[in-house]
């Protein structure tokens, strides 16, 4: 989402903003750093955590899907043990073989069962978090642009940004503010202290094109 703005952004400043500025006049310049206000605001952590809380719901789930799965491989593995057992007579073995075959089959079903929900609730997941940090995305942008007007700024360039090549954007610019701690202060102002995110705290995902589901 980053990406896709300041693409339209760069853009729209060569496509017409330049071209239309005055021979002799003087541009305000700024440059933002839209990732880390992005990483270190103090809802991004928030939701970041929230996120990480049902990520484990999810996985203590599964373990439990995958602790009856084994506890049914266990089963089966003494199954075949006794299938093995020369002095069993025919009547038992065949008893087993239908034991054997019964519990591989549910062993099979719980399997499946477990993979959908698997993906289909990290799907879910994935698209709520899209949204959650798109939002925020969307926050911080609306805050640039009141920024900008407040301050007079012609421009304001995300420095973070990168082409499709992954090279970046802003390779120089002469005489521009940066002004990306006053508005970190300003996004930070109000957040409780436990909100904010420290250096132990795993990086906030970005939001991505599109989301998908994991089938482990």
Same mark, same amino acid.
């Not at 880390?36 to 952590?45: A, G, M, V």
């Given at each position: ?33 839209? *990732?880390? /206000? =992005? $990483?270190?605001?103090?809802?991004? +952590? ?7 809380? @049902? &990520? ?37 073995? *065949?008893? /087993? =073989? $239908?034991?054997?075959?019964?519990? +591989? ?7 499946? @069962? &477990? ?102």
């Amino acid at each position: 989402m980053i990406r896709r703005f300041l693409t339209t952004a760069m853009a729209a400043v060569f496509a017409c903003g330049f071209a239309t500025a005055a021979p002799d006049s003087k541009l305000k310049i700024a440059t933002v750093d839209m *990732q880390e /206000l =992005f $990483k270190q605001y103090y809802r991004t +952590n928030e939701a970041q955590k929230q996120i990480n809380v @049902e &990520r484990a719901r999810i996985q203590k789930d599964n373990n439990e899907r995958m602790a009856k799965i084994r506890d049914i491989e266990t089963s089966l593995g003494n199954l075949r043990k006794q299938l093995e057992d020369p002095a069993i007579n025919d009547s038992r073995k *065949q008893a /087993l =073989f $239908k034991d054997s075959q019964v519990q +591989n089959q549910e062993g099979i079903a719980l399997d499946r @069962e &477990r993979r959908e929900f698997l993906q289909r609730r990290n799907q879910l997941l994935n698209e709520k978090m899209q949204q959650r940090m798109k939002g925020i995305l969307e926050e911080i942008r609306k805050l640039v642009e009141e920024h900008a007007k407040a301050e007079d700024f012609d421009y304001v360039f995300d420095k973070s940004g990168v082409s499709l090549s992954q090279v970046p954007f802003l390779l120089y610019t002469k005489d521009a503010t940066d002004i990306t701690t006053s508005l970190l202060k300003g996004l930070n102002k109000d957040a409780p202290a436990d909100s904010l995110r420290t250096d132990s705290d795993p990086a906030p995902e970005l939001p991505s094109p599109a989301p998908s589901g994991g089938t482990p």
